[in-house]
């Protein structure tokens, strides 16, 4: 394979090993991706592309608790440009959100929100905020603007399930942390949205 012939030539080049670990990430391969991307830290953690690529590697190996402080950090200083940015905050929202850290999570939401109020997943992941937090009215409605800005199909049928709870229960009290067993197709999802 090239890359690791280029490794081989110069076991330091981090755009190599990172590019390597790139490819086994996109071929599904996450533990050897984040082996290189382990790799690459270790030579150069000061360098923002490598630390992105690590915290990704860790976040799609569900190594929630390991990305959090990359992904804070990461969302603290200045990125390349504001697309890997505003994925940063969205991934960090979810990662909070995993860890049961929903303030947090509310915080990095609201950055993305002033980022670009329609980035796509931004409604949806603050419809899981809300959902977990009791507040249905209120994740009901950010899903269905998920729904409206991007399309996602999956926000759609959350938004109706919920619409559907609401009038069959009368006023809300109280809805199971789950939402009717969502969370795990919504932790899915989610994961896509860093690529």
Request: hydrophobic share 35%; glycine share 6%; charged share 25%.
């Given at each position: 394979?090239f890359?690791?012939?280029?490794i ?16 086994y ?18 030579i ?40 890997r940015?505003k ?47 009791g ?19 999956e ?41």
């Open positions: 394979m890359y690791q012939r280029g081989a030539i110069d076991p330091s080049n981090v755009l190599v090993i990172d590019d390597l670990g790139i490819t990430l996109n071929d599904g391969q996450s533990e050897k991706a984040l082996e290189q991307f382990r790799n690459a830290y270790r150069a953690p000061d360098d923002p592309n490598v630390k992105f690529h690590l915290a990704r590697g860790l976040f799609e190996t569900h190594e929630y608790a390991t990305a959090e402080p990359l992904f804070e950090e990461l969302s603290r200083s200045p990125q390349p440009d504001s697309t940015m994925k940063i905050l969205l991934t960090l929202a979810d990662v909070e959100i995993t860890l049961g850290k929903l303030p947090e999570a509310t915080q990095a939401l609201q950055r993305l929100n002033l980022l670009d109020s329609v980035f796509p997943g931004l409604h949806r992941t603050l419809g899981i905020v809300f959902q977990q937090q507040q249905i009215p209120e994740a009901q409605a950010e899903y269905a603007k998920e729904y409206q800005t991007s399309g996602d199909l926000a759609k049928r959350q938004a109706m399930a919920l619409a559907d709870f609401m009038r069959s229960s009368g006023p809300v009290t109280e809805l199971s942390k789950s939402g009717g067993g969502t969370v795990a197709r919504q932790d899915q999802d989610r994961r896509k949205t860093i690529q």
